[in-house]
């Protein structure tokens, strides 16, 4: 049985935020803390050194019965049979995503603004990632965050479950969760904590007070 969408905590892994951590290490320790969903961003790793890493991270995600996805590549996630990919602007379009990975995998897509919206909003996609929330250092090109407003009608307009990106910590995941975000989707927070498992259980903490199961 494939693992289930589960958007409350999303780890975006990210090697450099390891700090020379093991990956591994870091997705485990996140995954103790509260995690419910790992996706592996690699933007500097060949595809066999993506490989590499899918093999590793997967079976640590499946133990913790936690969605695996895959950042951009769909051919490394149907390689390692990870449950989806994320899919942004740049990426393979979602129809033919969908095609090759089939109804029942995970297909998230990135949302920057309205317009972007709309048009994600043609698709079935199980998700959106909304962002960036606030300012990053983890993705240098990403563009400048929503203004809150905006963020909390989008949450609504999106008409299906929608996770918060973008330089999220504890300090303002309130502020997604109360504009409607579903769940957090986090980075730097998690993989360059002291320990990513205190920080995810911080973060998992938050998360359900704002949306109590
Ligand atoms: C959950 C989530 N939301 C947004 C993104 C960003 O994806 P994308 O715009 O394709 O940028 P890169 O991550 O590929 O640099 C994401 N990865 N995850
Ligand atoms: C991948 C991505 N897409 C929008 S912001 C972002 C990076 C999120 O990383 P952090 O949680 O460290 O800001
Ligand atoms: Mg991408």
Request: charged share 20%; aromatic share 6%; hydrophobic share 50%.
């Amino acid at each position: 049985m494939p693992a289930r969408l589960d958007l409350r905590l999303y780890l975006v892994t990210d090697p450099v935020g390891c700090m020379g951590r093991d990956l591994a290490w870091v997705v485990a320790e996140a995954l103790a803390g509260g995690v419910t969903m790992v996706q592996l961003r690699e933007k500097q790793a060949t595809t066999r050194e993506f490989l590499e890493r899918a093999w590793r991270i997967k079976p640590i995600c499946d133990a913790a019965g936690a969605p695996f996805i895959i950042n951009d590549r769909v051919d490394v996630a149907l390689a390692v049979g990870a449950a989806g990919v994320h899919l942004g602007r740049q990426d393979m379009p979602y129809a033919d995503a969908r095609r090759l990975l089939g109804p029942r995998a995970i297909i998230g897509l990135t949302v920057h603004n309205m317009a972007e919206l709309e048009e994600a909003k043609a698709t079935d996609a199980d998700y959106f990632g909304l962002g960036p929330a606030f300012p990053t250092r983890t993705k240098p090109d990403a563009p400048a965050p929503w203004g809150m407003d905006e963020y909390a009608r989008a949450c609504v307009l999106a008409g299906r479950p929608v996770v918060a990106i973008g330089g999220i910590g504890p300090h303002n995941a309130r502020t997604v969760l109360a504009a409607g975000a579903h769940g957090l989707a986090v980075s730097s927070a998690i993989c360059s904590a002291d320990s990513p498992k205190w920080a995810a259980m911080e973060l998992a903490a938050l998360h359900a007070r704002l949306w109590p199961s």
